[in-house]
């Protein structure tokens, strides 16, 4: 079945990096655009970064400039690049392919940024 394997949070400093990255299974990857969303405490899970099959990347208002979305094919791994952290970016972060239903999350990783 397919699996999203999410690593690479943790606290950092606000104005600080972290890589997050997404190790993805049971599916052709290289045919799947991939997302990255974030929920924060108290808030709706919001859409960060999603990168087509062909490479077309959107990003968020909020992390434009900040984070830089990218996908290798050969290792079938998603990643989330991301500077310039603020204590708003404060978050679950998940990895997600597919469309609701037939859509898939992975198990999330915990970024927090301090003041």
């Known amino acids: 079945q397919v699996q999203l394997v999410e690593s690479g949070g943790g606290l950092v400093q606000a104005g600080g990096s972290l890589r997050l990255s997404c190790a993805a299974s049971?599916?052709?990857?290289?045919?799947?655009?991939m997302d990255w969303y974030r929920q924060a405490p108290g808030k709706q899970r919001e859409l960060v970064a999603a990168?087509?099959?062909?490479?077309?990347?959107n990003y968020a208002d909020s992390v434009k400039g900040r984070f830089t979305l990218s996908r290798d094919n050969a290792k079938n791994t998603l990643y989330l690049q991301m500077n310039s952290l603020k204590p708003e970016d404060t978050a679950v972060y998940y990895c997600?392919?597919?469309?609701?239903?037939?859509?898939?999350w992975g198990q999330g990783t915990q970024v927090t940024v301090s003041s």
């Open positions: 997600h392919t597919g469309s609701s239903p037939f859509d898939y």
């Open positions: 049971g599916l052709i990857f290289r045919l799947n655009a």
């Open positions: 990168i087509t099959r062909g490479g077309s990347i």
